[in-house]
Nanobody
Framework: QVQLVESGGGLVQAGGSLKLSCTAS????????MGWFRQAPGQEREFVAT????????RYADSLKGRFTISRDNAKNTVYLQMNSLKPGDTAVYSC????????????????WGQGTQVTVSS
């Protein structure tokens, strides 16, 4: 129903910043709660952030709050993840997802997923 494509990943030094984008096609992102998740090799998928359909509510993993910011621009059909003060432990594949729920911090409550974008933080 909706296709999601992430971009903006890459290699960055510790302490640096990256801004990821998730652009939707086939359906407007305004119809969905949106989330970001990440997964490092050999580890389980981890919740990063979520934003409600109306954009008035955001939630973050406790360990990331203050460094990461999720936002959305429904006119551009895009959701963003601003990542600051990056650490080597942030290295992972970052994926965006869409849910019929207002928002969610649980991966199994999302119906649509992008392919992910690699973020590598060097020390």
């Amino acid at each position: 129903q909706v296709q999601l494509v992430e971009s903006g990943g890459g290699l960055v030094q510790a302490g640096g910043s990256l801004k990821l984008s998730c652009t939707a096609s086939g359906r407007s992102v305004s119809s969905y709660g949106m989330g970001w998740f990440r997964q490092a090799p050999g580890q389980e998928r981890e919740f990063v952030a979520t934003i409600a359909r109306g954009g008035s509510t955001t939630r973050y993993a406790d360990s990331l709050k203050g460094r990461f910011t999720i936002s959305r621009d429904n006119a551009k059909n895009t959701v963003y993840l601003q990542m600051n003060s990056l650490k080597p432990g942030d290295t992972a594949v970052y994926s965006c997802a869409a849910t019929f729920r207002l928002y969610s911090g649980r991966a199994n409550e999302y119906e649509y997923w992008g392919q992910g974008t690699q973020v590598t933080v060097s020390s």
